[in-house]
């Protein structure tokens, strides 16, 4: 059944919560969680392919250190998180979806100060086949440029996938899409190109694919996943600073992440791109590395 339309607090299925299977309903937490408040939540996006969650104990220790640079440790370990994971997607009776594990601080203390709070952990699972609209992702995304930039690390943990640090990738966002576009690129706090709102994002120029060093934003596992790809398809990927006048020279773009996969970007603001060869290769070769040897043979 598909779940498209409805409010994520009134689906039907089962959400894994603290070590128990309840009701997607009654998932809940109280309005005075401290994850809610001050921010000291982490989670991960991760993809089930034919009923394998990819790089799954990948995702599990980035979530666990994650967790860490927030100050505090999931009580499971990666096994254990691991195994429910898999227990969520088999009791809701998918095979092909997205899988949302969330850990917070709860709610024993108010204020900035949470030593003594339970860390919860939750995780929930659901159809998701596309994270753009499948018209615009063929013939590649349009791009705004944000007003917002990705902090200097010696102000955010960011190498923690942790909410707060997605507050202006939603404001980035939300204005792109008000003035029509599907995403935003946004500069890191040098100016240089840093990333979307959720996707790492790769140029090509004469056969070289080209990306922002993550040295002040999230190192995504998609993106390690596509490097490696390309690298063994005997294309050369330079990691480097890229300065915002270079765009004019790539003649391709597409970004990655685990919703976004590998997807083709058209233009960024008045910058124009063509999907092509290398692109489409990536593509191609994204899908068959995702997929479970058995189904991709």
Same mark, same amino acid.
């Given at each position: ?8 607090d ?23 969680? !401290?994850?809610? !408040? ?20 990948? !995702? ?21 998180? &691991? ?38 952990? @939750? ?14 992702? *063929? ?14 690390? @010696? ?9 707060? *640090?997605?507050m202006?990738?939603t404001?980035s966002?939300h204005?792109?899409e ?7 690129l ?16 790769f ?15 999230? &190192?995504?596992?998609?993106?390690r ?7 063994? !398809? ?7 600073h890229?300065?915002?006048?270079? *765009?004019?020279?790539?003649?391709e ?6 919703? @976004? ?19 489409h ?14 189904? @991709?043979a």
């Amino acid at each position: 059944m598909s779940a498209q339309g409805v409010p994520f607090d009134q689906r039907d299925g089962w959400i894994w919560y603290d070590g128990v299977f309840v009701p997607w309903a009654d998932a809940k937490l109280h309005v005075l969680s !401290h994850g809610l !408040h001050y921010g000291s939540t982490v989670f991960e996006g991760e993809r089930a392919y034919g009923g394998t969650i990819f790089k799954s104990a990948e !995702h599990s220790e980035r979530l666990r250190l994650s967790a860490e640079m927030l100050d505090f440790t999931i009580p499971y370990t990666i096994g254990e998180i &691991d195994a429910a994971k898999k227990a969520t997607l088999e009791k809701n009776n998918l095979v092909d979806a997205y899988i949302r594990p969330v850990a917070w601080r709860g709610s024993e203390m108010m204020g900035v100060a949470a030593q003594k709070n339970t860390i919860h952990l @939750a995780i929930g699972v659901w159809e998701w086949p596309s994270y753009f609209d499948p018209e615009q992702r *063929l013939k590649g995304l349009r791009l705004d440029l944000s007003e917002w930039r990705r902090p200097d690390p @010696a102000t955010i943990p960011c190498k923690a996938k942790a909410a707060g *640090l997605y507050m202006i990738c939603t404001i980035s966002k939300h204005r792109a899409e008000r003035r029509g576009f599907a995403d935003a690129l946004m500069l890191d706090y040098r100016g240089y190109v840093a990333e979307c709102t959720g996707a790492n994002i790769f140029f090509v120029k004469d056969g070289v694919i080209h990306t922002p060093t993550p040295d002040c934003f999230l &190192d995504g596992l998609t993106r390690r996943t596509v490097i490696d790809i390309a690298r063994r !398809h005997g294309i050369e990927v330079v990691e480097r600073h890229i300065k915002p006048e270079e *765009l004019s020279s790539f003649t391709e773009c597409f970004i990655t992440g685990t919703a @976004a996969e590998v997807t083709p970007v058209g233009s960024i603001a008045d910058w124009h791109f063509a999907p092509s060869g290398i692109t489409h290769q990536l593509m191609d070769s994204y899908t068959a590395e995702v997929r479970p040897k058995q189904q @991709a043979a």
